[in-house]
């Protein structure tokens, strides 16, 4: 059983670009929630995806996008990319109903 | 909205027990979670509280009070590798959308 991965570890933007990041969920996992990091806080969550449909999302912008495909693993867009979006993001996944939920090792973006 | 609080640090001694206290207002609450979370990596699961009362799992404990939005995680025997964030975070739904606080960065010395 794998657990749960993330591409790329880490990445750099500039001002106004666009990015897309993996989540690959755990085996037997169908929901994937993504979140955010900032340096020295608590992870902030932007938005939950169970059998490709968005399930609630967090406060932050449309700007911020996802998708999850039907082998339940996810993706996260972030479009004009902003200073203050560098951070760690995270994607855990989980059965659904499970309050158990597993992390990726996240990805590292910083925006220039 | 969610305001979740606890204390940025703390320091304790190899072998000594350290508690780190979270108190929480939420609007709707389905449980409270401790996550360990190393420099550089991803956060670990430690305890789900549903119910009030004391919930032990090995060295680490977690206690809820959900009439006065308490938590506390309590780590004994303290180890250097116990040096690391612990985050307190709330559900409000069986959908299990967690707000963290902002972590508690627990230092282990020698």
């Known amino acids: 059983e794998t657990g749960v991965t993330q591409s790329p570890t880490h990445l750099i933007k500039t001002r106004g670009q666009q990015v897309t990041l993996r989540c690959s969920s755990q085996?037997?996992?169908?929901?994937v929630s993504w979140y955010q990091q900032a340096l020295g806080q608590g992870p902030q969550f932007i938005f939950q995806?169970?059998?490709?449909?968005?399930?609630g999302r967090g406060n932050f912008p449309p700007r911020f996008s996802g998708l999850q495909f039907p082998n339940y693993s996810s993706e996260l867009n972030v479009n004009a990319l902003e200073l203050d979006d560098s951070a760690l993001y995270l994607c855990?996944?989980?059965?659904?109903?499970?309050?158990?939920?597993?992390f990726g090792p996240g990805t590292r973006l910083t925006v220039l | 909205g969610q305001n979740i609080d606890q204390p940025t640090e703390m320091t304790a001694t190899e072998g000594a027990i350290v508690q780190i206290n979270c108190t929480y207002q939420?609007?709707?609450?389905?449980?409270l979670f401790w996550y360990q979370q190393h420099a550089g990596e991803a956060p670990t699961f430690l305890s789900y509280?549903?119910?009030?009362g004391l919930e032990e799992k090995g060295r680490f404990s977690s206690f809820l009070s959900r009439s006065k939005g308490y938590s506390y995680l309590l780590l004994k025997e303290l180890q250097m590798k116990d040096s690391a964030s612990y985050l307190c975070?709330?559900?409000?739904?069986?959908?299990?959308?967690?707000?963290f606080g902002a972590g508690t960065t627990v230092t282990v010395r020698a």
């Open positions: 855990a996944s989980s059965e659904k109903g499970s309050p158990e939920q597993f």
């Open positions: 085996s037997g996992h169908n929901t």
């Open positions: 995806y169970y059998r490709e449909e968005e399930n």
């Open positions: 939420t609007s709707g609450f389905n449980g």
């Open positions: 509280n549903v119910l009030d």
């Open positions: 975070a709330v559900s409000r739904s069986n959908d299990y959308k967690l707000s």
